[in-house]
């Protein structure tokens, strides 16, 4: 709810644990979203992956080269921590990244308005 904790507090709090938190949250959207955005071929790759490690073949689970997915990577400057935990988790090359970095980099995390600042940078820099 949005009011008051039971101590009377308002606000947010945002403990350590906010890049797992922010991390798992993407990968659950991630995982509603990508068999949309899935070309035939990487559907392939997965079923040959995910029908290899059936078999007994010792293989991490799938993800696909979101490089190859999607053009260009719009993502909340929240941190630093939270960047590079999006960029490793979804293998996302450091390039399409950019926005997001130099964002972090001029402006530090002021809340949502760095999502505006990175796609003024894209538009910007890779002629969106």
Not at 13 to 30: H, M, P, T, Y
Not at 77 to 87: D, E, F, N, T, W
Request: charge should be neutral.
């Amino acid at each position: 709810s949005w009011g008051p904790d039971k101590n009377g507090v308002d606000g947010v709090f945002l403990g350590k644990n906010v890049v797992a938190c922010a991390g798992s949250a993407i990968e659950d959207v991630v995982t509603q979203i990508v068999p949309k955005i899935l070309s035939w071929r990487k559907y392939g790759e997965a079923a040959v992956h995910n029908l290899r490690r059936s078999l007994g073949a010792d293989l991490p689970e799938y993800v696909p080269d979101f490089g190859t997915l999607v053009d260009h990577y719009i993502i909340h400057a929240g941190g630093y921590a939270v960047l590079k935990a999006i960029r490793d988790r979804l293998r996302i090359p450091s390039s399409m990244m950019i926005p997001s970095f130099a964002t972090l980099h001029e402006y530090g995390n002021t809340s949502c308005s760095t999502t505006w600042y990175a796609l003024g940078f894209a538009e910007t820099t890779q002629g969106i």
